[in-house]
C-alpha cells in the first residue's frame, strides 16, 4: 500500500522544508503557506521514501522528510514511474502528475549540502484538482495512468 510519511512546507523557495503533520492542498493552488503554491503546473513536489534510501546508501547521512524540498514524502509507490497525466487520490485531495524530475536550480541547499539530489531525477510534480486536506499516513491511490 502506498502512503503518505511527511506533508512538508517552507516560506521560502530553495529552502529545505518542515513537517508539519497536515496540511490543506487548495484546487488550482497547492499546498496552503507553502512558497511553492501558486497557479502554475508544479503546485505540489512528491518524493518517495525509496528515492532518499538511495542518497542514504550512498552514506550521506542526516536525511529526513522535506530534506529534498518535497512537500509530500510517499512511501510504497515509485512515483517517477507514474505517467504524466496519471490521477492520485491522496487523503482528501484530487492530484494529476504534471512533471517528473526538474533541473537543480542554482543555489540548492541540498546540492550544497550533500553534492547531489536525488529530486531532480525522481520527484515528481502534481497540481491540485480537487482541494482537501492531506495527513501523514493517508492512503495515495492511482486513479487512473
Known amino acids: 500500500m502506498a502512503k503518505v510519511l511527511a506533508i512538508n512546507i517552507s516560506s521560502k523557495k530553495g529552502e529545505i522544508k518542515h513537517p508539519i503533520g497536515e496540511g490543506y492542498f487548495r484546487e488550482n493552488h497547492g499546498l496552503e503557506g507553502d512558497a511553492h503554491a501558486g ?14 534510501d538511495k542518497m542514504k546508501a550512498l552514506g550521506i547521512e542526516g536525511l529526513c522528510t522535506g530534506k529534498f524540498a518535497e512537500n509530500i514524502t510517499t512511501e ?12 492520485l487520490k491522496i487523503g482528501e485531495t484530487i492530484m494529476e502528475v504534471t512533471q517528473i524530475g526538474k533541473e537543480c536550480h542554482a543555489g540548492c541547499q541540498i546540492r550544497n549540502l550533500v553534492g547531489d539530489c536525488i529530486m ?3 520527484g515528481i510534480f502534481t497540481k491540485v484538482l480537487k482541494s482537501g486536506y492531506v495527513r501523514d499516513g493517508d492512503e495515495i491511490e492511482i486513479l487512473e495512468e
Open 39 to 52: 497557479n502554475w503546473h508544479r503546485q505540489v513536489s512528491l518524493l518517495g521514501k525509496e528515492s532518499i
Open 76 to 87: 510504497g509507490i515509485e512515483l517517477y514511474k507514474l505517467p504524466i497525466g496519471t490521477k
Open 120 to 122: 531532480p531525477r525522481e
